[in-house]
């Protein structure tokens, strides 16, 4: 496996726990990974494995972990500041959640130029809504007229307005059917080839990660049990006892739903 030349997203024993005591969950444990520029790194593993947990802390969504984050050659600190968000965006996988329903498409992304000091508002919001396949008179729509991935093209539009340099992606086809799906993770992809961008991606399904990323690890009880290349995953070429239990039973629904 080739590595990636420059280094932009490390976690080193990122460790995050919830509530303390006998109550305690340890939702990551001592997870490490290092995604190079340009790279598409997928999180998958089964529900509550703690992959949002791992991207909430990257994202700075949950100040209180332990161990480091690095974007860069440097360790941000917990709290991040606007510059952060400027380079760092992130998109959810519920975009009916995610969107206010009392804003016009146009007023979500507006908020996201004001907020970073962009100028040319106009032509930015033009050209985002090019990027993303969307019409120009989508501009005057409400959340309530959009469909489910009308709504995730406006989320990954008030995401990439800004001009970040990584999307951390929590499941963002996961709320959609499966002929958006591949429409949403297609678009992601010339996105990314388009603007060089780096790209974080968590989801429960294999045939999502494998999509989009060249590089996958493979999540358990908070842990990160193996990272390998997709194509790896694809031939099923996995070391851990729970890997291969996991991929067994993500092409077997796969099977099941197509049969
Ligand atoms: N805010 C929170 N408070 C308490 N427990 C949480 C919180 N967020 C997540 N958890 C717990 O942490 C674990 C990992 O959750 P999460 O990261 O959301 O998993 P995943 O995204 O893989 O489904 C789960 O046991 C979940 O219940
Ligand atoms: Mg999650």
């Not at 019409?135 to 959009?146: C, Q, T, V």
């Given at each position: 496996m080739s590595l990636p030349t420059e280094k932009l997203i490390e976690a080193h024993g990122l460790t995050v726990a919830f509530g303390t005591g006998p109550t305690s969950t340890i939702a990551v444990d001592d997870a490490s990974f290092m995604i190079g520029r340009g790279e598409a790194f997928g999180l998958i593993g089964e529900s509550g494995c703690g992959k949002s947990t791992i991207l909430r802390a990257l994202a700075g969504l949950n100040p209180d972990y332990s161990g480091a984050i690095l974007f860069g050659d440097k360790e941000v600190s917990h709290r991040r500041d606007k510059a952060f968000f400027r380079r760092v965006q992130m998109v959810f996988q519920d975009p009916y959640a995610s969107l206010h329903p009392r804003k016009m498409v146009q007023n979500v992304l507006l908020e996201s130029l004001v907020i970073h000091d962009f100028d040319n508002h106009q032509e930015r919001i033009s050209a985002v809504l090019d990027a993303v396949g969307l019409?120009?008179?989508?501009?005057?729509?409400?959340?309530?007229?959009?469909s489910g991935g009308q709504r995730q093209r406006v989320a990954i539009a008030r995401a990439l307005i800004i001009e970040p340099e990584i999307l951390l992606l929590d499941e963002p086809t996961s709320a959609l059917d499966v002929s958006v799906q591949a429409e949403i993770l297609n678009l992601l992809k010339t996105l990314r080839r388009g603007r060089g961008l780096t790209y974080l991606m968590v989801t429960h399904d294999l045939a999502v990660v494998t999509h989009l990323c060249e590089r996958v690890a493979i999540m358990h009880g908070g842990r990160i049990l193996e990272e390998m290349t997709a194509e790896r995953i694809r031939e099923g070429e996995v070391q851990e006892q729970y890997s291969r239990d996991f991929l067994a039973a993500s092409i077997g629904y796969k099977a099941m739903a197509h049969a």
């Open positions: 019409e120009p008179a989508f501009r005057y729509r409400y959340p309530h007229e959009l």
